[in-house]
């Protein structure tokens, strides 16, 4: 995707370059409840008579609960509402959990601290460590325990706030040494300024990478962020903004210059593949 602007003179429009700026903490909504913020639950599944119960008795807890029947509504919401943890009915109408799970930890909203229960039961020991493999943090078996599943709940929550306060107070993405999508919105701030005054372009390209092996992720992940680092010019700012989407903003560049850019990067990393394969 290719992101091109040229502001108007003392304007400067209230993006982020086609980059996906969440609230703070992740959290499309807070309010306080008790002495915590509201945190938001989406609960994934039909089945009114497991899930209906465990609803009501998050809401009493104090969580914001939003519902999902299907697949496609499960991603829309996290999409549109970065849920701070997932319930997943072990019987959706649409999909094996074990894939769902992965659609789910696959979404750039869903961070490696996002709750994903499954509740049910699963049909065998395999399709339990299916689940787990492909992202479940926990399997709570029938009878369901309301609870133990809200103790789990909170203990997850106050981890990934406390991880996504830790991370918003660093600019830096840690895996790949880029700017991470708070320090890419700072510099978009600072080059969004600088290009008002100037009266000059500002561009910005963005890279995603399908990886069909979620274990290769990393690898792949490190690869295509030494190749950005190697094809930008010295003003560029490459940054991070998911765990498989990449940002270059590029300052004084047009929409001829965007797509030079995007080519010239897409070539580098067509000549690295080839290098690499040997």
């Known amino acids: 995707m290719i992101i ?14 086609g980059i996906p700026v ?18 938001v639950v989406l609960i994934v599944g039909a089945d009114g008579q497991l899930l209906d119960p465990v609803a009501g008795q998050l809401e009493a807890g104090g969580y914001a609960v939003l519902r999902a029947a299907s697949t496609q509504a499960a991603l829309a919401a996290v999409r549109d509402t970065s849920p701070d943890g997932i319930i997943v009915a072990a019987a959706v109408p649409d999909l094996e959990p074990a894939e769902l799970c992965r659609l789910l930890r696959r979404e750039p909203r869903i961070t490696p601290h ?5 509740a049910g039961e699963l049909p065998s020991r395999d399709a339990r460590r299916a689940v787990l493999r492909a992202g479940a943090s926990d399997i709570l078996g029938q009878p369901l325990d ?35 999508l708070h320090g890419l919105a700072r510099r978009v701030e600072e080059l969004g300024a600088l290009s ?26 490190a690869f295509c962020a030494q190749t950005i680092k190697g094809g930008v010019r010295h003003s560029d700012v490459p940054g991070r903004v998911a765990a498989a989407e990449f940002a270059v903003v590029a300052p004084r560049t047009g929409a001829h210059g965007a797509v030079q850019l995007a080519q010239r990067l897409g070539g580098v990393m067509q000549r690295r593949s080839h290098d690499a394969a040997g």
Not at 158 to 176: C, F, H, I, P, W
Request: charged share 20%; hydrophobic share 40%.
């Open 4 to 17: 091109v602007n040229s502001p108007p003179q003392g304007q400067f429009p209230g993006w982020h370059a």
């Open 114 to 118: 996002t709750a994903i229960f499954i």
């Open 196 to 221: 008002v005054r100037a009266h000059g372009a500002l561009a910005c390209v963005v890279l995603a990478i399908e990886v069909e092996d979620d274990g290769a992720l990393p690898t792949v992940t």
């Open 146 to 180: 309301v609870a133990e599943l809200l103790l789990k709940l909170d203990a997850y929550v106050r981890l990934k706030t406390l991880a996504e306060e830790m991370q918003a107070a660093s600019l830096v993405d840690r895996e790949t040494g880029l700017y991470n």
């Open 22 to 39: 969440t609230q703070k903490n992740g959290r499309t909504k807070s309010c306080r409840c008790g002495s915590h913020d509201m945190a």
